[in-house]
């Protein structure tokens, strides 16, 4: 059975519950100590824990979902793309909401973070297929 149904609005909405979820989750469990270290994520942010999460969940109902490296070489950050119906979404919740940037690898947890689906943003992002098109 597929979790996904109703208007694409709808799935958007679902999706976006999703990501919430796993992002509360991540970032509660999430304990640096005194000097910013946490035991799984050293000095880094938990950018790839919440997107590794988002696409476990959304292939375990029988999706497409991968994770994309969108930052840069300075600030990496993770987000996740979706397949649905042919065309790729791409859902994110930036940085920003959750953690200080001070610096390659050098992440700082924004104390009482309570995450909900405006933080999600989201595109329609081209496919393969589009891609290799506009050449």
């Not at 987000?79 to 859902?91: A, M, N, T």
Request: aromatic fraction near 14%; charge should be negative; include cysteine.
């Amino acid at each position: 059975m597929r979790f996904f149904n109703g208007s694409m609005q709808e799935i958007i909405k679902q999706i976006k519950d999703i990501y919430v979820d796993c992002a509360q989750y991540e970032y509660d469990t999430w304990h640096p100590d005194e000097l910013g270290e946490d035991l799984e994520v050293g000095c880094g942010g938990i950018c790839d824990l919440i997107a590794d999460a988002v696409a476990s969940s959304v292939c375990d109902l029988g999706y497409d979902a991968w994770t994309l490296n969108s930052g840069t070489e300075d600030a990496p950050h993770t987000s996740v793309c979706i397949d649905y119906e042919g065309k790729h979404y791409c859902f994110d919740i930036p940085y920003q909401y959750y953690e200080i940037y001070h610096g390659p690898f050098q992440y700082e947890k924004i104390q009482e973070v309570e995450f909900n689906r405006n933080m999600v943003i989201y595109h329609e992002a081209p496919t393969l297929e589009e891609e290799e098109g506009s050449y």
